[in-house]
């Protein structure tokens, strides 16, 4: 029996979020009824598709449901659909993205009925806005979100993969929405009510760089395949065999690669030292390192890397993942049956440890009931109309505590979540060791001036927490911190593997004071894992996941999509992790260990290619700007510099009145060139007749007619361009928060929602160690003297350390420790 088997869920509609996000209810043991047309859910023939005629990514998707038929035509369709809505505790909604010829209910009339009901929609856009109505594909939708054109070659076109990312992002944010109703319903609040953007829930990969080019100016550019602003080097790069992903931020890191490499002059160099000094000298730089690397093996680097504590990481390819024993295992790659084929996808990335997910499944056919569905325990009724007596406004999560020892982004980004749904999230730095977004420049001008105080991206990350400093390298620091953990819910770590450990914080202890703890683990390969030791970034969790290897063109080098791809979705993944360990808590008061690797959670996005290559001996294509599905499919130069379209046809009608639109209507007459694998044999020639048109135009003036047409069109957006994106305006997405140092700022929301407007941000990130005397006092009941004694010993403090403080510190202790 699954965590959430006590659940049934119903999927309406056709969407790959709700899908996604009905999925992740199914491994935990969920019953999900997935309704459908007597054809079966569009995406079930969804490209790739397996030698039998079966969709890899359908697959994905679907394991481990039920399925039931409904035709719209049929009398008594809506009766029997109310009847299976009523007796269910979730109802995921996607007909806003594509019917799917779902019969009409009243869901209010429903929901009126049931209280306890929590209800999900997602659309594309929004019912309401600029773009609300918009003929969208995975592409555009990413085109819109800024994650476009920052990525491919200088003189264009951008680069981008041909699909499957939105769904899964979108997939996530519903999961967290719903999941942690479920937790404010187990306390005996009514069902909520939530619409899910797609387009906003792809902002998670966007919204770093859309506010750090707030606070620097639009300085963001493309500047070539693998390699993003403003990090240097952090990309992929050729060896003697196979192909090295190397990302270096830290001094540290840099001059131990260099060292590694036998480049004494670059380590010397005192303009090199941050990355964004390297920035203005790539050329030179990889000039002199790229030879070097090819002297060695990829697996040959990585070992070494490992020992000098270096991010880098081998770049895999898909046949690499199948046979990495590793992955198996650990429930990363897993079994799934098709029809009667077998093959192998993406796992649940969920990894409780005590109630851990299901391990692979079955496809259903259309109409199957799966033997799970039998198996369920009696269902959760729903709370009474009475419990709306509960506090107005009250956000599922209040009441939940979290201590978050989490740096960087995706950490914090699980933790902002966690917060931003109404947990009171105490976020743990050092003066010594402060979050490293706070920048990782140590020189005094750059700690005198506060400088770590002004970084947009800490702020962003980490609104809606307390802050409390603590020096976990002393005895006093790790005291300190246990007294908080025994009142805790959850506690987040995205440090390597054994830090907490050594530091005796590790889950052994933990739980011996707290049994109902849940804490979750956020390495890069995980916490058993022969590469445990491996440093990462965002970045590193791509280069090894084997999503590059299935981007770009078929003679490149395999193609990064992001800076820091594996940070936002590693961030999501453990939010929906603890959120699922934390149901498991309130009905049994057992916690549990999450060891979460990131790494592998960027595995989904290459899922279908992952199944296609478990089938066929031969590699996936690799598909450029065009879509194994979709022709036309592409990146369009639009009139302006730098000005980009991505446009898609999905189906004949589409492609019809876009040949219409630039002015072909021989093509759209032409009866052979209806189907998709016809046009594919004049992909060039339709690719020349769209960009003939498109070049004429502003991006926005081509989108226009594009989408007026209903053809699938999104502007290739900047991450600043969002900043003023008229879509997000009219949703109020950007809120501005006022916070000492750095003044009125702009915030991202949360892309699921209540109402109309989002959630709104109650407080700015604090300053370091804002609330120590709040938390020690009022949490922990410690006097005015004794706070006072814990800042004269540097175990607490509001003021960084610079390098020349950190050194006499250390000396004073080491003289200490001498003495004694």
Aim: hydrophobic residues 40%; neutral net charge.
């Amino acid at each position: 029996m699954g965590v959430l088997s006590h659940l049934r869920v119903v999927e309406i509609g056709s969407s790959a979020a709700t899908s996604f996000c009905a999925r992740l209810f199914a491994d935990f043991g969920a019953d999900v009824q997935k309704v459908e047309p007597p054809a079966g859910d569009p995406l079930r023939r969804s490209a790739p598709l397996t030698s039998g005629g079966q969709s890899a990514w359908f697959a994905f998707l679907n394991f481990n449901k039920s399925s039931i038929l409904m035709d719209a035509a049929d009398p008594d369709a809506i009766t029997r659909l109310t009847a299976l809505i009523e007796d269910c505790d979730i109802l995921l909604d996607g007909r806003d993205v594509d019917s799917a010829e779902c019969p009409s209910v009243d869901l209010t009339a429903i929901r009126q009925r049931r209280p306890g009901l929590i209800f999900l929609e997602a659309s594309w856009f929004s019912p309401k806005g600029p773009y609300a109505g918009f003929a969208a594909t995975d592409s555009t939708v990413r085109a819109l979100a800024g994650l476009v054109k920052l990525v491919g070659p200088v003189e264009g076109p951008p680069l981008h993969a041909p699909d499957f990312q939105t769904g899964i992002l979108a997939g996530l944010w519903g999961f967290i929405a719903a999941a942690s109703s479920t937790v404010a319903r187990m306390e005996g609040a009514p069902g909520r009510s939530w619409s899910l953007s797609i387009f906003e829930s792809s902002l998670a990969l966007s919204e770093e760089s859309m506010f750090e080019a707030f606070a620097r100016g639009n300085a963001v550019r493309r500047i070539g395949i693998n390699r993003f602003w403003l990090t240097f080097p952090a990309g992929i790069y050729e060896t003697k065999e196979g192909w090295l992903g190397v990302t270096t931020i830290t001094p540290a890191q840099w001059r131990s690669f260099c060292d590694m490499l036998g480049l004494t002059e670059l380590r010397d160099d005192p303009t090199l030292v941050l990355s964004a000094d390297r920035m203005q000298h790539i050329e030179q730089i990889e000039r002199k390192f790229m030879p070097r690397l090819k002297t060695r093996t990829a697996r040959e680097w990585f070992a070494e890397g490992l020992k000098r504590k270096i991010p880098i990481v081998p770049v895999p390819e898909i046949s690499d993942l199948l046979q990495d024993a590793e992955k198996k295992v650990r429930g990363a790659i897993v079994p799934v049956l098709l029809g009667e084929e077998e093959a192998l996808t993406a796992g649940s990335m969920q990894r409780l440890t005590l109630t851990p997910p299901l391990r692979g499944g079955k496809v259903p056919t259309p109409g199957e009931q799966q033997a799970l569905a039998g198996k369920r325990r009696p269902l959760t009724r729903s709370a009474s109309a009475s419990s709306g007596c509960l506090e107005a406004g009250r956000r599922p999560l209040q009441g939940v505590q979290v201590v978050d020892f989490s740096m960087g982004w995706a950490g914090p980004l699980c933790t902002r979540t966690l917060a931003d749904l109404g947990a009171d999230v105490i976020k743990i730095e050092a003066i010594q060791y402060p979050d490293w977004w706070r920048g990782v420049d140590r020189r005094r001008a750059y700690v005198e001036d506060q400088m770590y105080e002004k970084t947009v991206r800490f702020c962003i990350m980490n609104r809606n927490k307390r802050g409390l400093t603590l020096d976990l390298a002393r005895p006093q620091g790790v005291a300190l911190a246990k007294r908080l953990i025994t009142g805790a819910d959850i506690v987040v770590n995205n440090y390597s593997v054994d830090v907490l450990p050594k530091l005796g914080l590790g889950y052994d202890v933990l739980r011996t004071l707290n049994p109902r703890l849940v804490m979750l683990s956020m390495s890069a390969f995980g916490a058993d894992s022969i590469h445990r030791d491996c440093r990462a970034y965002g970045s590193t969790l791509e280069q090894g996941s084997g999503l590059p290897s299935v981007i770009g063109s078929t003679d490149g080098p395999p193609v990064m999509s992001h800076i820091a791809f594996g940070d936002a979705v590693g961030g999501l993944n453990g939010c929906a992790a603890v959120l699922v360990a934390l149901i498991h808590a309130r009905n049994t008061g057992q916690g549990q260990f999450i060891d979460l690797a990131q790494i592998e959670c960027m595995m989904p996005f290459a899922a279908p290619w992952i199944t296609i290559r478990s089938i066929d001996s031969m590699p996936p294509p690799r598909y450029g700007n065009r879509h194994p599905q979709f022709v036309p499919h592409g990146c369009f130069r639009c009139a302006a510099e730098d000005e980009w379209i991505v446009v898609a046809a999905t189906d004949t009608d589409m492609w019809q009145r876009l040949a219409i639109l630039i002015g072909r209507p021989n093509w759209a007459a032409d009866v052979s060139l209806k189907s998709a694998g016809a046009r594919r044999g004049i992909e060039e020639e339709i690719e020349r007749g769209i960009e003939a048109w498109t070049i004429n135009r502003d991006a926005d003036q081509a989108m226009a007619e594009l989408q007026a047409e209903g053809i699938a069109a999104g502007v290739a957006r900047s991450p600043i361009d969002l900043l003023k994106d008229s879509h997000l305006r009219s949703r109020a997405f950007v809120q501005e928060v006022e916070r000492t140092f750095i003044g009125l700022h702009p915030q991202p929301s949360m892309p699921i929602r209540e109402g109309a407007r989002p959630h709104a941000i109650h407080t700015a990130a604090p300053t370091l160690g804002q609330h120590n005397r709040e938390i020690l006092s009022g949490c922990l009941g410690l006097s005015d003297a004794e706070i006072t004694h814990l800042m004269r010993q540097g175990i607490i403090g509001t003021k960084m350390l610079s390098e020349e403080e950190l050194a006499r510190q250390r000396e004073v202790r080491d003289a200490e420790k001498s003495a004694r």
